[in-house]
């Protein structure tokens, strides 16, 4: 539960942050290093999580067809990640168009300046035709 309102406290604020600094000069990017580490300080400020130390890392992306998120999976699974979920988003309106994501994670330690490089999955999204890399959540290993 604490990483799901991590993830949506800073993500909320990403997008937003991004367009009032006029930083959106990489195609799809919306997460920049002065966010995280605003989101490493508010995670530390509010739980007691080591984030010097490995954590689980979530990391989401955005396809409106879901082939084309598993051939992605693949992609990812080679370089380490692990494979969680592909799944349809809810809707609030039935006329809107399908959204699916795909969720890996990975065990990592990160500074923001190293999740800065590992949000380079934007450029992955990219070349591979996705919608959106749509950023990360994070939690602690659960053993």
Excluded: C
């Excluded at 605003?38 to 954590?55: K, L, Q």
């Excluded at 998120?69 to 080679?78: D, I, M, N, T, W």
């Excluded at 370089?79 to 039935?94: A, H, N, T, W």
Aim: aromatic share 10%; glycine share 6%; proline share 4%.
């Amino acid at each position: 539960m604490v990483r799901v309102l991590v993830l949506l406290m800073s993500l909320l604020t990403f997008g937003v942050l991004a367009e009032e600094q006029g930083m959106a000069e990489i195609p799809g990017k919306v997460i920049y290093i002065d966010q995280l580490e605003d989101m490493f300080s508010r995670i530390r400020a509010n739980t007691d999580w080591d984030m010097s130390g490995e954590m689980l890392w979530g990391y989401f992306f955005i396809h409106h067809e879901p082939a084309k998120l598993e051939a992605v999976k693949s992609v990812l699974e080679s370089q380490g990640y692990r494979f969680v979920d592909i799944y349809l988003s809810e809707k609030e309106d039935p006329a809107e168009p399908d959204k699916y994501w795909l969720h890996v994670e990975k065990v990592e330690a990160h500074t923001p300046q190293s999740l800065d490089r590992r949000n380079d999955l934007y450029k992955l999204a990219h070349e591979q035709g996705l919608d959106s890399y749509d950023g990360m959540d994070v939690g602690p290993i659960e053993n």
